[in-house]
């Protein structure tokens, strides 16, 4: 989906700030307040659910969210920097992706796992997939997170 920028205009009147006060019939210290705005010299652009919707539908093809697992098995070279192929099915070559570690749930794990993550040279993408390099080939699987936003 494209989204197409629009001219939004502010609501203009003669009175922005000049409201009636009624009392409510029959509800003490109950008023309805009623905008007295005098002359509309710009109407303003209705903001609602149509007008929004397309917005937010098209942020949301902005930000990708994707998880994978660096594994030890499957590493090329035979010197620093190791090099590894994951399939990410939906990324781009073109995408500049911020990566993280993803949480295991077990404790002990999850520190392991950010001690080898500090052996990361870099992570690069490519077509449905990431190519990770590290210095060192890890020796327990690593749960990451990837989000890109375009």
Same mark, same amino acid.
Request: charged fraction near 20%; avoid cysteine; proline fraction near 4%.
């Given at each position: 989906?494209?989204?197409? !920028? =629009?001219d939004v205009k502010d609501r203009v009147v003669q009175f922005p700030k000049r409201f009636k006060l009624?009392?409510?019939?029959?509800?003490?210290?109950?008023?309805?307040?009623?905008?007295? @705005?005098?002359?509309?010299?710009?109407?303003?652009?209705?903001?609602? /659910? !149509?007008?929004?919707?397309? %917005?937010?539908?098209?942020?949301?093809?902005?930000? =990708?969210?994707?998880? !994978?697992?660096?594994?030890?098995?499957? +590493?090329?070279?035979?010197?620093?920097?190791?090099? *590894?192929?994951?399939?990410?099915?939906?990324? /781009?070559?073109?995408? *500049? !992706? %911020? &990566?993280?570690?993803l949480s295991t749930g077990d404790y002990d794990n999850d520190l392991e796992v950010a001690d080898t +993550?500090?052996?990361?040279? *870099?992570?690069?993408?490519? @077509?449905? *997939?990431?190519? &990770?390099?590290?210095?060192? %080939?890890?020796?327990?699987?690593?749960?990451?997170? %990837? /989000?890109? &936003?375009?």
């Open positions: 989906m494209s989204y197409t !920028a =629009r009624t009392a409510v019939a029959g509800e003490a210290d109950t008023y309805e307040l009623t905008a007295v @705005t005098g002359t509309v010299t710009e109407v303003g652009t209705a903001i609602n /659910k !149509a007008y929004l919707q397309p %917005i937010e539908d098209y942020l949301g093809e902005l930000v =990708r969210n994707y998880t !994978a697992t660096i594994t030890t098995s499957g +590493w090329s070279g035979s010197e620093p920097p190791y090099s *590894k192929d994951i399939t990410v099915i939906g990324i /781009k070559a073109t995408d *500049k !992706a %911020i &990566v993280d570690l +993550w500090g052996e990361i040279y *870099k992570i690069s993408t490519d @077509t449905d *997939k990431i190519t &990770v390099e590290f210095h060192e %080939i890890p020796e327990v699987a690593i749960p990451i997170q %990837i /989000k890109v &936003v375009e």
